[in-house]
């Protein structure tokens, strides 16, 4: 359970950004490569491959090689994880971290 937190911690912490986000919604139709992106948001390649980068160490991104391009696609199953993970801490269960604090306030 402790690497799942840590892995979705740093999957959550990749997307808190609207730059990320949108190429994220870009690759949401398809693969592309970084020129496409570029293009899409009107940025540099540089900013384009630090946020790319950021996405692979989170897992939500992979690329293939083609020739000399790297054609970025989505990690579909790592969102489904993200959503599993959010809706299981959003439920009560047996071994919920409130079990062991005293709720006073609650009645």
């Not at 490569?33 to 540099?44: A, K, N």
């Not at 950021?54 to 391009?69: H, I």
């Not at 790297?70 to 959010?86: D, P, Q, V």
């Not at 959003?90 to 079990?99: E, H, N, T």
Request: glycine share 6%.
């Amino acid at each position: 359970m402790e690497a799942l937190l840590e892995t979705t911690i740093l999957s959550l912490k990749a997307l808190a950004d609207e730059t990320r986000i949108n190429i994220i919604d870009m690759l949401s139709c398809g693969d592309l490569c970084v020129c496409d992106v570029m293009e899409g948001l009107e940025l540099t390649q540089p900013t384009v491959s630090h946020h790319l980068k950021v996405l692979e160490r989170a897992g939500l991104v992979g690329f293939r090689k083609d020739g000399k391009w790297r054609i970025y696609y989505l990690h579909k199953a790592k969102f489904g994880e993200i959503c599993a993970y959010i809706e299981a801490i959003s439920l009560s269960k047996d071994d919920c971290i409130c079990l062991n604090v005293d709720t006073k306030c609650i009645e």
